[in-house]
């Protein structure tokens, strides 16, 4: 690696695209090696939402191994795009933002930044909002009244007052770690390290019991009738599998500019992803698949669980020990990055504290309550939804660093307003058409996924694309550019 090609003097820095946080991180500082990036897809895969990913196909219709099956898959599916895009961040040290800078224009890279940075925000949201009911079934288990408050909010938001209180009290504490910034937050990312995969043993030692041991519990059948059933729902699973990490596939150079090398990265994602989030997701299907043997019916909520137990002291511990780890990864998972993708809008006016306000702001106003209301919103609404926005700009960004750059880059010219990234007035018009083509296939099934059509409209055929979206949108994106692009 040339490590040189990244210093710049101060006349290659245009202070409109370039600011400390965006910079190319250089050789010295290079300090991650294969048990960093192993290590930190550990952290990433150990939280309540991918628990909910796995327990949200028993609760779908899969068994205990189909459901396991279908997560291991939409990993190592989505590790391609992770180490391919991860390559760039290792090789010239630049963030995702400057990367996309490279096929969209020094300007248009902030369409893709800004697509990626909303749904951060959605899971910004969404952890904000198990962390904050985490705290209300504990405060209530104390204060019974909490849960019989008058409803101050419209019926159509679906949100009590109890849960909306201490989803803004948790909000606000998310918050005020941004406002002290990120070093504030390396204690409790050790703290999770170490309590929630222990929470999670427990749990699974619970089920175990619970549930008279693990041949009761995995011997539970599938709820599809037919193969045809079973397909009809594995595909679109399998897609939002995918889509669970399609926002870490793109931002992946955020994490890998600081690798001490190319195998570090490659390795250390490889041992990382797909073994931990397997793992973790048995453990999601192992207590779910319990809660129908000890509840009679099927429970996809782990805070759910956990409330109820008997002990006001276990559940009391559980709920805070929640709220702390989900805070832990809310702000290394969901701040970091889209603050980078905010501060690539304006970097002389928006520094991380900024970015992360705004991250906080859009996560309240995206209604995560209601995305996790039900494991169909959560699968068909949510991660397939956005998985047809991020596929086509990974397609986009993979076919112009490997087959039209050949791998290479001219990190300067990445920071300034001219030369080979600025296209025309800093957009590629041919990455925008090619990414608007590749959504269009897409919008048809999400209208008829919430709601707004009736499936008739567009035919049965067209609306099923959506089942598939971040794969069509992979690949028309890619082809559609590469053409494109043939020659320049």
């Given at each position: 690696?040339?490590?040189?090609s990244?210093?710049?003097?101060?006349?290659?820095?245009?202070?409109?695209?370039y600011?400390?946080?965006?910079?190319?991180?250089?050789?010295?500082?290079?300090?991650w090696?294969?048990?960093?990036?192993?290590?930190?897809?550990?952290?990433?895969?150990?939280c309540?939402?991918?628990y909910?990913?796995?327990?949200?196909?028993?609760?779908?219709?899969?068994?205990?191994?189909?459901?396991?099956?279908?997560?291991f898959?939409?990993?190592?599916i989505?590790?391609?795009?992770?180490?391919l895009?991860?390559?760039?961040?290792?090789?010239?040290?630049?963030?995702?933002?400057?990367?996309?800078?490279?096929s969209?224009g020094v300007?248009?890279?902030?369409?893709?930044?800004?697509?990626r940075?909303?749904?951060?925000?959605?899971?910004?949201g969404?952890?904000?909002?198990?962390?904050?009911?985490?705290?209300?079934?504990?405060?209530?288990?104390?204060?019974p009244v909490?849960?019989?408050?008058?409803?101050?909010?419209?019926?159509s938001?679906?949100?009590?007052?109890?849960?909306?209180i201490?989803?803004?009290?948790?909000?606000l504490?998310?918050?005020y770690?941004?406002?002290?910034?990120?070093?504030?937050?390396?204690?409790?990312l050790?703290?999770?390290?170490?309590f929630?995969?222990?929470?999670?043993?427990?749990?699974?030692?619970?089920?175990?019991?619970?549930?008279?041991?693990?041949?009761?519990?995995?011997?539970?059948?599938?709820?599809?009738?037919?193969?045809?059933?079973?397909?009809k729902?594995f595909?679109?699973?399998?897609?939002g599998?995918?889509?669970?990490w399609?926002?870490?596939?793109?931002?992946?150079p955020?994490?890998?500019?600081?690798?001490?090398?190319?195998?570090?990265?490659?390795?250390?994602?490889s041992i990382?992803?797909?073994?931990?989030m397997?793992?973790?997701?048995f453990?999601?299907?192992?207590?779910?698949s319990?809660?129908?043997?000890?509840?009679g019916?099927?429970?996809?909520?782990?805070?759910?669980?956990?409330?109820?137990?008997?002990?006001k002291?276990?559940?009391?511990?559980?709920?805070?020990?929640?709220?702390?780890?989900?805070?832990?990864?809310?702000?290394a998972?969901?701040i970091?990055?889209?603050a980078?993708?905010?501060a690539?809008?304006?970097?002389?006016?928006?520094?991380?504290?900024?970015?992360?306000?705004?991250?906080?702001?859009?996560?309240i106003?995206?209604?995560?309550?209601k995305?996790?209301a039900?494991p169909?919103?959560?699968?068909?609404?949510?991660l397939?939804?956005?998985?047809?926005?991020?596929?086509?700009?990974?397609?986009?960004?993979?076919?112009?660093?490997?087959?039209?750059?050949?791998?290479?880059?001219?990190v300067?010219?990445?920071?300034?307003?001219?030369?080979?990234y600025?296209?025309?007035?800093?957009?590629?018009?041919?990455?925008?058409?090619?990414?608007?083509?590749?959504?269009v296939?897409?919008?048809?099934?999400?209208?008829?996924?919430i709601?707004?059509?009736?499936?008739?409209?567009?035919?049965?055929?067209v609306?099923?694309?959506?089942?598939?979206?971040?794969?069509?949108?992979?690949?028309?994106?890619?082809?559609?550019?590469?053409?494109?692009?043939?020659?320049?």
């Amino acid at each position: 690696m040339n490590k040189t090609s990244q210093l710049m003097d101060d006349s290659e820095k245009d202070p409109a695209l370039y600011s400390e946080d965006l910079a190319p991180i250089i050789g010295t500082n290079r300090t991650w090696n294969t048990w960093n990036y192993a290590a930190l897809w550990i952290s990433m895969s150990l939280c309540i939402p991918t628990y909910m990913l796995a327990s949200s196909l028993i609760e779908g219709g899969m068994n205990w191994w189909e459901a396991i099956l279908t997560i291991f898959l939409g990993n190592a599916i989505v590790l391609i795009p992770m180490i391919l895009n991860g390559h760039a961040g290792a090789k010239f040290g630049i963030p995702f933002p400057v990367f996309a800078r490279a096929s969209f224009g020094v300007k248009g890279a902030n369409i893709p930044a800004i697509l990626r940075a909303i749904v951060a925000c959605g899971w910004f949201g969404i952890q904000t909002w198990i962390g904050g009911y985490a705290i209300y079934l504990m405060l209530k288990l104390w204060f019974p009244v909490l849960e019989n408050l008058p409803s101050i909010f419209p019926t159509s938001f679906g949100l009590q007052t109890g849960p909306a209180i201490t989803f803004i009290l948790f909000w606000l504490l998310n918050m005020y770690v941004v406002y002290l910034g990120v070093d504030s937050i390396k204690k409790l990312l050790v703290f999770k390290a170490f309590f929630l995969p222990a929470a999670a043993l427990a749990l699974l030692f619970w089920a175990i019991n619970a549930g008279h041991g693990l041949g009761p519990i995995l011997s539970q059948p599938s709820k599809f009738t037919n193969s045809a059933e079973f397909w009809k729902f594995f595909f679109p699973a399998l897609t939002g599998m995918v889509g669970f990490w399609a926002t870490l596939s793109l931002n992946i150079p955020d994490f890998t500019r600081y690798a001490k090398s190319q195998r570090a990265q490659i390795i250390g994602q490889s041992i990382g992803l797909a073994p931990s989030m397997t793992l973790f997701a048995f453990i999601g299907v192992v207590v779910t698949s319990a809660t129908v043997i000890v509840y009679g019916e099927t429970i996809w909520d782990p805070l759910e669980v956990a409330g109820k137990f008997e002990s006001k002291l276990l559940v009391s511990f559980a709920m805070i020990a929640v709220a702390i780890s989900t805070l832990a990864t809310n702000i290394a998972a969901n701040i970091v990055s889209p603050a980078n993708d905010f501060a690539n809008l304006s970097p002389a006016k928006i520094n991380f504290r900024t970015g992360g306000y705004i991250t906080g702001i859009i996560g309240i106003l995206i209604f995560p309550w209601k995305l996790i209301a039900d494991p169909n919103g959560y699968i068909f609404t949510w991660l397939i939804g956005y998985s047809s926005l991020l596929g086509p700009i990974g397609g986009i960004m993979i076919v112009d660093y490997y087959f039209i750059r050949k791998q290479q880059l001219q990190v300067n010219l990445l920071y300034q307003q001219h030369g080979e990234y600025y296209y025309r007035s800093g957009i590629n018009p041919k990455a925008i058409i090619a990414l608007i083509l590749a959504i269009v296939p897409n919008i048809p099934g999400f209208l008829v996924t919430i709601k707004v059509i009736d499936v008739s409209v567009f035919g049965e055929w067209v609306s099923h694309l959506y089942n598939y979206a971040w794969f069509v949108g992979f690949i028309v994106a890619g082809c559609i550019y590469g053409l494109l692009m043939k020659g320049k």
